[in-house]
């Protein structure tokens, strides 16, 4: 089967990080995905890929197998310059890491053209709140009809949060709410710091109870809550934008 000069580019976008994970050519390579990405959802975590087909054959069929931890899950997949959402062909690969396709034949009109180039954006999410913290790779292949198959490069990534996990956690139990954000804060502050802002956890739980609660449900709150306020001098701020990484 001949080989052609197909490159492909691929980077991560890390909504904890509000910013891509970029090997150093990657950036000049894909250039506006930021745009895209606000678009779309910038808090959810991103694999995006960069087919460039320097050469002068017309690719109308091809396609692009994923391999990844099975604790990750790639739900959908969208090409840049179409309205539609592809979900993705999940298959075990190994006990420990899953398969996903994505397959574009010819009847959909999508082609990789010569000199052009195609970007494809998979969302990313994780299946068990264990999972969190961790490193992943994503790796893979493309392949296209009457072309060689050339293998994706695998792409490192900590998936550190998770959209609507705090929240979850915190409604259910305030106390578990400040163990997570002590174990996704501490690397970022220090504990004095994180320590500050999770002893605060309670409280706001309460004043959100107090806030959908009747007439005699308030009074009781600030019965009990009136004596507990903690009074310090030395309060350490942390950033107003550290709860986006929840």
């Known amino acids: 089967m001949p080989s052609h000069p197909i490159a492909i580019t691929r980077t991560i976008y890390d909504p904890a990080l509000k910013d891509f994970v970029f090997d150093s050519p990657e950036g000049r390579v ?5 745009q895209w990405i606000d678009k779309q959802n910038p808090v959810i975590y991103w694999y995006i890929l960069r087919v460039d087909n320097p050469s002068e054959l017309l690719l109308d069929q091809w396609a692009i197998e994923l391999y990844t931890h099975q604790a990750l899950n790639i739900t959908d997949a969208y090409i840049d310059g179409t309205d539609r959402r592809f979900e993705l062909k999940k298959r075990e690969r190994d006990p420990w890491s899953d398969k996903y396709v994505l397959s574009i034949p010819k009847q959909l009109g999508i082609p990789i053209v010569g000199s052009g180039a195609r970007r494809i954006f998979f969302k990313v999410d994780i299946n068990c709140r264990e999972g969190l913290m961790h490193e992943y790779g994503i790796s893979g292949k493309f392949i296209a009809q009457g072309v060689e198959a050339i293998d994706v490069r695998e792409k490192m990534f900590r998936y550190s949060c998770k959209v609507g996990e705090f929240r979850q956690i915190f409604n259910n139990n305030p106390d578990e709410a400040s163990v997570y954000a002590e174990k996704h804060l501490s690397t970022r502050y220090s504990s004095n710091s994180v320590q500050v802002f999770t002893n605060s956890f309670r409280m706001i739980h309460d004043l959100c109870k ?3 609660s009747g007439p005699i449900g308030r009074m009781t709150f600030c019965t009990n809550s009136i004596c507990c306020i903690p009074i310090s001098k030395k309060f ?3 950033p107003i934008n550290v709860l986006t990484l929840f």
């Open 30 to 34: 894909m250039p506006n995905i930021r």
């Open 210 to 212: 107090y806030c959908n």
């Open 236 to 238: 350490p701020r942390l």
